[in-house]
């Protein structure tokens, strides 16, 4: 009976000659000539990483469905990492072999799962795999950490705006793209312009702008055009804003990755104007700049008038409600804004806000106890004899393993913690740039306090606020 075989390609990345799939096809033609067999189909898989399941992959997991089982008898690729880098996929896959009366066969390991033997270096062969799949994966990650660290670009889709550019020290960089930096800015004007406004614009007219302009989306293949949370997820990036990366969440700080599209002013609007809006219960007036700072002498807080008035005035709930017998008069709201922003600015307008940045802990405990798991694994094997010194594979996967353990040992576990930076935006830039929002931000982030006693203008205000440091400076 001839055995019909079912070829298995898979590629990472298709550039490397070596694992190309050329170089794939021409062993798995090999051993099916040699063998006497007929060759039914080939599988590609490429751009694939080795630790997706092949049931996943689109070329080789429609063929290990059961009801195409039995097109085929064997399973041949050139190496074991080309059907899978997971010890758990592997043996996953073996078992629905065996189910199924398969075989798998790899031609340059020299596995072939038709014996028992067979079947045992396979599955050793899936550790050494999946190790190796780690130690790149580390490598990969240390490299783009690296380069983020340099402010060159580390691979995959650049943020909406920007287009990557190679530059003579032969790296990366990130650069406006003329394009779509103009759609960014015009998305943040309309967000800016008219912020607080009644016909404030929503990010859901911001997409309605885009679709009926026919602007096409970041990715070609999106069919149903924009949407309100594309156009938020846009416009809060930090890189278009201050130029920065994010990594997992977290900003690098100082490291600029790329020119902002936005000016810093505008960057500081937009980003008032955001934050205002996730706070802002909906169908409600915005609070006047004073609201929880302006306190009456009789420990009622003071609010102010309706626009709808003449004159606008803050005036003390207490006797506005009947609650007590207080008999302030009301004080003028351009006479106590005034005051308020004259002594807040002498105190702190020079100075800039300072950001919080979380950081997160660094706990290697996880890795720790996998590696020495894997460590036991291979002991066990070589205690059992399915393992020898002589094996150059155990031998090398051992010693990375060791080192590893060792590595991670000595690297101690840090609890999060939090640092506050000087950002180039002072309190300053706030009163001039930022709206009534943004000003009562800053003041209620020092407790600022306004007392009003009963007295003649200029001697009836009294300014407290929190000690100036540095874990107060905090940008809202």
Known sequence: MTLRVLGAIRLSRNTDESTSPKRQTERIDWWTAGHDCELVHIAEDLDVSGKVSPFDRDGLGEWLKDENAHKWDVLVAWKLDRISRSAEDTLKLLKWCEEHGKRIVCVDDGLDTETKMGRVWIQLAAIFAEVERSFIEERTQASRDELRQQGRWAGGTPPYGYTKEKREDGGWYLVEDPERAAIVRKMARMIIDTAGQENEESYRSVAKWLNDEEVPTPRASNKRGWSNTRVKLILENPTIRWGKAVHKGQIIEHVKYAEPLLSTADAFRLDTAMSARAKAPRGRAPKAMLTGVVWCACGEKMYRSSKQT???????????????????????????ETFVETEFLNLVGTLPLMERIEHPASDNTVELETVKVRIAKLAAMFTSGALDEEDENFTASLHALKKRRKELAARPNIPAWVEHRPTNVHYLDIWQEGDDAARRSALLGHSAKVIVQAGEPGERLTFRMDPVDAEALTAA
């Open 310 to 336: 003449k004159v606008l005035e803050y005036r003390c709930s207490g006797r506005f409600n009947h609650r007590t017998g207080c008999t302030m008069k009301n004080v003028k709201a351009a006479e106590v």
